[in-house]
């Protein structure tokens, strides 16, 4: 799933490619993709597009008075639609602008799960966003600290869970974990002071440099080309240490990381009943 850095950098490529056009028409093409009934997404029609942003993994099309909020999900993808087909593969919504040009929300597989909700402006934000915490990179130490003592958890559950610090997904969190050099089994309610200022210093780094690879990419690209330390390189050396990178393989993601750098050399099981380092 796209995780923050990959959202703010399409948004600053799609807002300026059309930050300034009049919307002339939105078209949900799946019955499922639309979310919400109030704000109409009509009272779009002809308002000025003024910016895309971004809210932790979610995109916002900001408009003069509704904005549209736009989750990818695992495989969504919102990009320039040149075709404009009646029925586009794994169409899931369209946006067309006054002057000929349109954008399309695509997914690809079965389960289509990306969405789109409009929210007024004025008024209360779309209910997807109203219980994510602090976007990860505006956090501030003393907010994450208290987000990890608030609920009792692993640490990289936590980085991955949006209640706490929104934004950040699996590899982004093998990343901070690997950064900040904990477990990341580790629990919340255990970590010290140092180790909220090791892991709020490793969220800022990681963000910011994968930042930097994301804004000189023409569009998103897939997980495993993004540049990392620990995240997708079992078996490869640890940059810092030389020791190999080992995993925690679950039935939908993997969990990366050093053992030399983060547990003590303590390998930790590959299953998911073992008892993992605290």
């Given at each position: 799933?796209?995780?923050?850095?990959?959202?703010?950098?399409?948004?600053?490529?799609?807002?300026?490619?059309?930050?300034?056009?009049?919307?002339?028409?939105?078209?949900?093409?799946?019955?499922?993709?639309?979310?919400?009934?109030?704000?109409?997404?009509?009272?779009?029609?002809?308002?000025?597009?003024h910016r895309f942003s971004t809210r932790g993994k979610l995109l916002r099309i900001e408009f003069d008075t509704v904005n549209f909020v736009v989750h990818l999900m695992q495989g969504g993808r919102l990009r320039p639609d040149e075709k404009q087909s009646a029925k586009p593969r794994g169409g899931q919504a369209r946006w067309v602008f006054d002057d000929g040009r349109a954008l399309l929300l695509t997914e690809a597989g079965t389960e289509h799960r990306a969405g789109?909700?409009?929210?007024?402006?004025?008024?209360?934000?779309?209910?997807?966003?109203?219980?994510?915490?602090?976007?990860?990179?505006?956090?501030?130490?003393?907010?994450?600290?208290?987000?990890?003592?608030?609920?009792?958890?692993?640490?990289?559950?936590?980085?991955?869970?949006?209640?706490?610090?929104?934004?950040?997904?699996?590899?982004?969190?093998?990343?901070?974990?690997?950064?900040?050099?904990?477990?990341?089994?580790?629990?919340?309610?255990?970590?010290?002071?140092?180790?909220?200022?090791?892991?709020?210093?490793?969220?800022?780094?990681?963000?910011?440099?994968?930042?930097?690879?994301?804004?000189?990419?023409?569009?998103?690209?897939?997980?495993?080309?993004?540049?990392?330390?620990?995240?997708?390189?079992?078996?490869?050396?640890?940059?810092?240490?030389?020791?190999?990178?080992?995993?925690?393989?679950?039935?939908?993601?993997?969990?990366?990381?050093?053992?030399?750098?983060?547990?003590?050399?303590?390998?930790?099981?590959?299953?998911?009943?073992?008892?993992?380092?605290?």
């Open positions: 799933m796209p995780e923050l850095p990959e959202v703010r950098a399409h948004a600053e490529r799609l807002t300026a490619e059309f930050g300034g056009a009049s919307l002339d028409r939105f078209r949900p093409i799946s019955f499922t993709v639309l979310k919400t009934i109030a704000p109409p997404a009509e009272e779009a029609i002809g308002q000025r597009l789109v909700w409009v929210e007024s402006r004025e008024g209360p934000e779309a209910e997807i966003l109203t219980d994510l915490g602090p976007d990860a990179d505006t956090i501030t130490v003393a907010h994450l600290s208290e987000a990890l003592g608030a609920r009792s958890m692993r640490v990289h559950g936590f980085l991955r869970s949006q209640s706490g610090t929104a934004g950040l997904g699996r590899r982004c969190a093998n990343e901070v974990c690997h950064r900040a050099r904990l477990s990341p089994f580790s629990t919340t309610t255990k970590l010290t002071e140092t180790d909220a200022v090791a892991l709020h210093t490793a969220i800022g780094a990681v963000i910011d440099e994968s930042l930097v690879f994301e804004r000189g990419n023409d569009e998103m690209v897939a997980s495993k080309d993004r540049p990392g330390q620990v995240h997708n390189r079992t078996g490869e050396p640890c940059p810092v240490c030389g020791d190999v990178i080992r995993e925690v393989a679950y039935n939908r993601y993997t969990v990366n990381y050093c053992a030399t750098c983060q547990t003590d050399g303590k390998v930790l099981a590959d299953n998911t009943t073992s008892k993992f380092l605290k």
